[in-house]
Each structure stands twice: as C-alpha cells, then as structure tokens.
C-alpha cells in the first residue's frame, strides 16, 4: 500500500470559516502548496451537505462561528454518518478549545493565527493518514467480498457434496437391495435348479438308471432291443456303472419278469461252494452237507441268472456252466438226475475276458457263449453330463433316507464333482454324495472330500471302448491298471486302518462292495502286516 504524492495533492478539502481572510489564506497556501481541489465555505449549516454531495477527505473548521459553531458542525458531520473517518483539522484561537475538540471527535488542531509551514505539514500528515485509511478499508472490502464469494463457493461445493454423499447411500442402499434381491433369487434359482433336475431325471430314468447322456442313452437303445428276447447278454464296464442295475431293467422288460431274477456274485462265493450254490445238491452230498439245497439255476427257472462279476468264476466251474448255457441241463451234487431248466443268463463283468482268454483264465468257448449281445457300460468320466442328474437323484434320496432338506446344489459344489476322475464311477460318487448330505449343514450341499490325482492316470488306462474291445495303453512307460489298483487298494487301506467295511471303511472310499474288495484283496494277496 503506498500514497503517493499526486494522491495527496488530488485530495478534497473543505475551507470552514466565517472569516473571509482566514478563507483566502488557507485556499490560496493550499493552492500555492499544488492541492487541485480544494473548496471553502463561510456558512457552517451548509457543511454536511457538501460533505454528502463530494466526500471529503478533510475538513479544516474554524471553532467560532455564529448561528453553528465548529463544536455543532463536528456534532452533525458524525450525526450523518458515525462510521465515516472524516478527519477534521480545528483552526482555533482559544487554547481551552483545543482539548475540547480533540474529545469532539477533532483529528488535530491549529492555532490561530496561522504559522503556515505547521499548517502545511498538518494538513499533508492527515491526508496520507486519510487516504492510508480509506485504502485500507477499500481492500478490507475487496478481502470481505472475496471471503463472502469464497464462503458462498464453499457452502455451495459442502451442500452438493453433502447431496452426493446421500446420493452416494441411496445408490449403495439400493445396490445392497438388489444383491440381496439376486442372491435370494439365485438360492430359489439353484432350489428350482434341483427340484427340475429332478422332474428331468425322472424323465430322463430307464427304470433306476439316471442318465440322459448319448452314450448311456445307446445302452437303453441296446437294452430295449434285447431285452424281450430270451438271448443271452454280457454287461461289461467298470465297477459301480450299473451293469446291477441294466440286468434288472433287462429282465423287467422281458415276459420273464413275473419269474424271479436271481443273482450270483461270483466273488462273494468260495469256490467250494459255487458248484451247489448254482446247482444245489443232495443230501450227503459231500461231508457236513446234512440237507438238500435247491439251486440257482432252479430257483431261477422260467426267470433270469444274474452272473455278476463271471470273470471271477473257477475254471473248472466255467465248463459246467458251459453245460447249462448250451443245453439248459445239469445235475445237482450227489444226484444222477438231470434237470432241465429255463433261464436266460446275463452276466456282467469289469475284467477284460478276452485278456483272460488270452491269459488262460477264462474259457474261450464260455466266453463266446456269454458274449452273444455285449453291452458296454460307459465310465462315469466318459458321461459327465449325467452327473448333475444323478447328483439330485442321490441328494434326493439321501435327504429322504437322512431326513435332511438340501435343496441347493452350488455351481461350485457342480464344478469339483465335474472335476473328478471317478475311478469308482457311479458308486463312487453316490458314496460321496450321501457323505456330503450328512455333512452339510444347513440347505446348501457341501462337497467336503478332497479328490487326489491319483484317479487322473486311470483315464489313460480305460480298458472298454465300448465295443468290448481292448483299448491299447497309449503310454507304455506309465503303469497298468493292475498295479495301480494294487497300489491304490492298499493306500486306502493303510488310511483306514485296513478297516473294510463301514462309512470310514475302505470299500466305501473306494466304491466297492465290501465283498467285491475282499475278493480283490484276495486276488492281488493284499494281507495286512
Ligand atoms: N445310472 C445310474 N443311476 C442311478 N444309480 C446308479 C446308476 N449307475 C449305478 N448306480 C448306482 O451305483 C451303485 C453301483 O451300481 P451297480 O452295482 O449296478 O454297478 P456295477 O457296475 O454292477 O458294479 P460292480 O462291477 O462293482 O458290481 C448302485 O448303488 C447303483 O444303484
């Protein structure tokens, strides 16, 4: 802030004297001292109005004047306005006056008569102070606006970031609404999801067989065309892909049904006793056999034997059972009586019987025999659009046999089932399943187990592709499936403590009937240490 001298000289001056000379004499020094524009009045009444037409920057007001004196002129000026700084300069005789102003509201007095240099300096000491003081309040207005529009500016950037903010909270209120909306309406999706698998399932079912696959969907095709012929069929597949449950279909579908299907699991028979477990025998007929037995071939008669696992089956039992196949004749042990019967024979296998032909384990006219009407159960890995239909299924049945209420079947819960190898196909995983209903809790199914990779070699190892031919091993270097199922029977054994049988046992762990891995055991010599 700097006054310059031009600003003082420009300054506006009012003369107030009712004494002509002492009005000439100020004028004309001031004039003379280059102020430009100076006024001068004789008649007191007259100064306000003066003041309010041209704003001055100071007043010089003689003290003694009639009609109104300086004191009253002061009086009015402040009455006008009280907030103006109007620098008033008192030229007065009378030293008793000279406190009296000063308390008046007088900036400064001087004494008369004039000493014209003390006049001069005063005047230019008040004016700087003057136009000091109005450009300071003229920047306190131009700092009070800018902090008025800046205020302004602020409340205005507060309110709308206060808008926003709500804004803001109604958008995530309304967002959090939604996801709550979709997570409920995909929970009643996934719920719908189960219950229409389920009414597909039952469309899709072939008696008990689930499945809607193009490979299953053959071996109805198959089913269909065989089964109200009296022919003899060879269900071949893996353990636990439902050749049980095609023989049942097969014989439900043929004019026999009224007849019983009787099941022999080779497996589970020693082989002392399979020869009168098929054939019966008379009393006596050999040491400890104290009554008659009557067997399955006759308890079958007019129905259907159900050969299961026939790859496990003596040799020397294989040429009887040549026998009745061919001519529907045998005798019972100890007895010289034929006996003529009506069965139509199905049997099942998961070995490869040409293999064991080839092996001498199996006889080759036997196998030619059986083999009449081959049917290929597919693996599980091979179909794995089947398993969300038969996940409902089994989560159906396991909520009704357990008493649960599971209606949700994750995608990702879907995904780890997809990912499996299932090495013990359909057993396996209705194992897995009943597991994970009695585990999960609430109404969401919880896939607990972890599946290993040890299933993943299988795959390179399938041995039907689906003609009942043998798939050669497309890496020689990797091992075959005797000893992996080897190695595998008795890691899982080893985990379970070689306990068998059970929900912890290994027969669930690996989807074998107990009997079925008793037999393996047998067969590979695994004996616990
Ligand atoms: N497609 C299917 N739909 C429903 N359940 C099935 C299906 N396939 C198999 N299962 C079920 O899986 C289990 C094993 O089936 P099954 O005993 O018929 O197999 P398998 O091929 O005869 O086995 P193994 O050779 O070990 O005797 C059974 O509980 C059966 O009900």
């Not at 995530?172 to 995909?186: N, V």
């Not at 067997?295 to 003596?314: K, N, Q, S, V």
Request: hydrophobic content about 40%; glycine content about 6%.
């Amino acid at each position: 802030m700097t006054i310059t001298a031009t600003d003082i000289l420009n300054a506006k001056i009012l003369i107030v004297d009712d004494q002509e000379p002492n009005v000439t004499l100020l004028e004309q020094l001031l004039l003379e001292s280059g102020y430009t524009r100076v006024t001068t009045t004789m008649d007191p009444q007259a100064v306000c109005d003066l003041n309010a037409e041209n704003h001055y920057d100071l007043v010089l007001l003689d003290l003694q004047m009639p009609r109104m004196d300086g004191f009253e002129v002061m009086a009015a000026l402040k009455a006008d306005d009280p907030a103006d700084y109007l620098p008033v300069l008192v030229l007065t005789a009378q030293p008793g006056h000279k406190l009296q102003a000063l308390q008046s509201g007088a900036k400064d007095f001087i004494s008369k008569p004039f000493d014209l240099v003390e006049v001069k300096t005063r005047i230019h000491n008040m004016l700087e102070v003057r136009l000091l003081y109005k450009q300071l309040e003229s920047s306190n207005d131009t700092l009070e606006d800018t902090v008025q529009k800046r205020t302004a500016e602020l409340l205005r950037i507060n309110l709308q970031c206060t808008e926003e903010i709500e804004e803001r909270k109604k958008a995530e209120a309304s967002l959090q609404g939604t996801y709550t909306e979709i997570k409920q309406l995909k929970d009643k999706l996934q719920a719908e999801n189960v219950y229409l698998q389920q009414e597909v399932a039952r469309q899709f079912n072939f008696d008990e067989i689930i499945g809607n696959s193009q490979l299953l969907s053959q071996v109805f095709h198959q089913v269909e065309q065989v089964a109200p012929m009296n022919a003899t069929v060879l269900l071949l597949g893996e353990t636990g892909t439902g050749k049980g449950l095609v023989a049942r279909a097969i014989h439900s579908r043929n004019a026999r049904k009224k007849s019983p299907l009787i099941t022999v699991d080779c497996t589970t028979l020693p082989a002392t006793l399979i020869e009168s477990e098929l054939f019966g025998r008379e009393r006596g007929a050999f040491t400890g056999s104290d009554s008659k037995q009557i067997g399955r071939f006759e308890l079958a008669d007019g129905g259907t034997l159900f050969l299961d696992e026939i790859g496990e089956m003596p040799l020397e039992m294989q040429a009887k059972l040549l026998r009745v196949i061919q001519d529907g004749e045998f005798e019972r042990l100890g007895s010289p009586h034929t006996i003529k019967v009506d069965v139509r024979i199905i049997a099942a296998t998961n070995r490869n019987l040409i293999d064991e032909v080839r092996n001498g384990k199996f006889r080759e006219d036997l196998y030619y025999r059986l083999n009449v009407f081959p049917i290929t159960l597919p693996p599980l890995r091979q179909r794995k659009e089947d398993i969300p239909l038969l996940v409902n299924h089994f989560v159906a049945k396991f909520n009704k046999k357990i008493g649960k209420q599971i209606n949700i079947v994750s995608n990702a819960a879907q995904n780890t089932l997809q990912q499996h190898h299932w090495p013990g196909n359909v057993r396996e995983l209705e194992s897995a399943i009943e597991r994970a209903v009695i585990l999960s809790a609430g109404t969401s199914l919880q896939i607990l187990d972890r599946f290993d990779s040890f299933d993943k070699r299988v795959s390179s190892n399938d041995r039907f592709d689906g003609v009942n031919r043998r798939v050669p091993r497309e890496e020689p270097s990797v091992k075959t499936l005797v000893e992996l199922e080897h190695e595998h029977i008795i890691n899982v054994l080893q985990q379970t403590n070689w306990r068998i049988e059970g929900q912890q046992g290994a027969a669930v762990i690996l989807g074998l009937n107990p009997s079925t891995l008793r037999a393996r055991m047998r067969k590979y010599g695994i004996v616990r240490h």
